[in-house]
């Protein structure tokens, strides 16, 4: 009796995977990992810069891919034949490995001076990253602002891993990460899409909350929501299944959000409370310091020959607080600090006392529009120190932070 292997796995079969090789000693990995994945049924089509062909030759890549291999953005024959629009369009993925420094700057720039730049900013289809550098350059503020960004932009990256650089002598994050792992990642993301934080469980509250003094009377804050909104949009954009818990806000609802609406301080930490556990806690609402402490059931009328009626107060509770040292509190627990003097100073203190990982700090003073805006202003405050972020958009704020969350998660 003759027996029949099955044949290996094609979990890659039909799929056509555009691989960007840009200049790096780790080209030489790339190699492999053609092969690899033509193995598991993949097509690859690379595309190399004139970096890396200073470490690989086309030969060595077109033999391997058996195909050919795109080199330049102004070739006649190669614009005429497929042209860079659809190179970038025509593929199930297109893979960056490896990715160097460079290109990754260009890339989080929107710059496209060359063919690998040009396809990367006309592609549509999911894009994955796999740095690779000297450790300083990985670790460098400008790489990481970059990798932020393109987080945000929900770019997905495997690796860098820690080791021996090939250039020796030095060790650290920033080898690429070994073909296998690279071919593992691009077959969850065929399936799954740039989802970063696919299986997160996040907890976002946003906008005021209203304290009743009596039943039309409230105390309240000039905070629209649009910030915590945001944020809720820009996590379950990167795969993460959201509560957002809103005050009263005038806003519409973010798609494919699951939304708890409350009105007051205890009922906004209930919500919170249920949503646990989480993964991640974003707690941007502006909740009431204080309530009215014994609310009217009544209107409170006004009597003639009495002057007004005192009101008296008592404490909310802190939800950020509560969240930052609960028994299942998230992995990370970001607040927000909404300041009009010793922005920085306070952000600091309230990073301790909240037991928070990272504290979003600005300046709401009238003269800034930020609070009710449509634009913020923050700076950063984590134990490692304190960066400011440029004047954006909270769309933009909101994406950059959610690319935050993502990289501290994986
Ligand atoms: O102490 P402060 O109100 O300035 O802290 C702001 C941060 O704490 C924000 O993240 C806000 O959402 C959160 N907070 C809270 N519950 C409160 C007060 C503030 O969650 N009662």
């Known amino acids: 009796m003759r027996l029949t292997s099955p044949g290996p796995a094609m979990p890659l079969a039909g799929k056509r995977i555009l691989l960007v ?64 629009i659809r190179l970038a369009r025509d593929c199930d993925l297109v893979l960056v490995a490896p990715a160097t420094a460079d290109l990754m700057a260009k890339m989080a720039n929107g710059l496209a001076g060359d063919l690998a730049s040009a396809v990367l900013i006309a592609t549509d289809r999911p894009v994955l990253l796999a740095p690779a550098m000297n450790p300083k350059m990985w670790a460098n503020p400008a790489t990481r602002r970059n990798v932020e960004t393109l987080r945000a932009d929900g770019h997905a990256f495997i690796g860098p891993n820690a080791g021996e650089m090939a250039e020796g002598g030095e060790a650290g994050l920033g080898r690429m990460a070994e073909p296998l792992e690279i071919v593992a990642a691009v077959e969850r993301l065929i399936d799954g899409g740039a989802k970063p934080l696919a299986g997160r469980r996040a907890v976002v509250t946003s906008g005021p909350t209203h304290e009743p003094i009596d039943p039309v009377r409230y105390i309240a804050n000039r905070s629209s929501g649009r910030q915590g909104h945001a944020i809720a949009a820009a996590l379950t954009r990167l795969g993460a299944d959201v509560t957002l818990v809103s005050g009263p806000v ?24 249920s949503a646990l556990p989480a993964d991640i806690a974003v707690m941007v609402a502006a909740v009431a310091d204080w309530r009215a402490a014994a609310p009217n059931a009544e209107k409170i009328k006004k009597q003639p020959g009495e002057g007004p009626p005192p009101l008296m107060l008592t404490e909310n509770p802190d939800i950020l607080k509560t969240v930052g040292h609960h028994a299942d509190r998230p992995k990370i627990v970001v607040g927000f600090a909404a300041e009009t003097q010793d922005v920085e100073k ?42 400011a972020w440029p004047d954006l958009s909270k ?16």
């Open 21 to 84: 090789i840009s200049g790096g000693i780790a080209a030489y990995k790339s190699l492999d990992l053609i092969r690899r994945l033509r193995e598991r049924g993949a097509e690859v089509r690379p595309v190399m810069t004139a970096g890396a062909q200073e470490f690989v030759t086309p030969l060595a890549v077109g033999a391997l891919s058996s195909g050919h291999v795109y080199t330049d953005l102004f070739s006649r024959e190669d614009e005429q034949d497929v042209g860079h």
């Open 346 to 387: 306070n952000g600091r203190v309230k990073l301790k006392k909240k037991g928070a990982d990272l504290i979003v700090a600005n300046d709401v003073s009238p003269e800034t529009g930020i609070m009710g805006g449509t634009r913020n202003s923050v700076k950063l405050i984590t134990e490692a120190g304190i960066t």
């Open 395 to 410: 769309d933009e704020v909101a994406g950059r932070l959610a690319g935050w969350i993502a990289e501290r998660l994986t």
């Open 250 to 273: 005038t806003l519409p609802d973010p798609p494919g959000v699951n939304v708890v609406r409350v009105e007051r301080a205890e009922e906004m930490l209930q919500a919170v409370l």
